[in-house]
């Protein structure tokens, strides 16, 4: 298990070369559940991740009432859709430490830009 994973976590890092976020889209067991809903009924929960430098982070995203969108600041990587009633998984790995925010990127309520949340 333990070769498995850093065989996968080699592969990443070849596929994504240099960029300090890289996303890859795929299945993970003992992903974390990261549920977005509009900002007054709590926005982004859990709020606050936190993962090691060059470890992966799995997250699988939904959104409990409308489409949110998801986007990591210092991140050129295009938004994710975050919609009502289907699981979206992504893979992050960060190459340098650091407090990431990430954020919702569509307009979900008068209180929209308040639907952030860190790594
Ligand atoms: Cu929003």
New binding site residues.
């Given amino acids: 298990m333990k070769s498995e994973r850093i065989a996968r976590v080699l592969i990443v890092l070849l596929v994504v070369g240099l960029p300090s976020v890289a996303v890859i889209a795929r299945s993970s067991p003992g992903a974390i559940e990261l549920h977005g809903s509009i900002a007054d009924n709590g926005g982004w929960n859990p709020a606050n991740l936190s993962v090691g430098v060059g470890q992966p982070i799995h997250l699988r995203l939904t959104s409990d009432d409308v489409m949110?969108?998801f986007a990591i600041g210092q991140s050129d990587r295009a938004p994710i859709d975050v919609s009502p009633g289907k699981m979206t998984e992504t893979t992050l790995i960060f190459d340098k430490p650091g407090k990431y925010t990430f954020y919702?990127t569509?307009?979900?309520?008068i209180k929209?830009w308040r639907?952030r949340g860190a790594i």
């Fill in positions: 949110h969108g919702c569509r307009w979900c309520g929209h639907m």
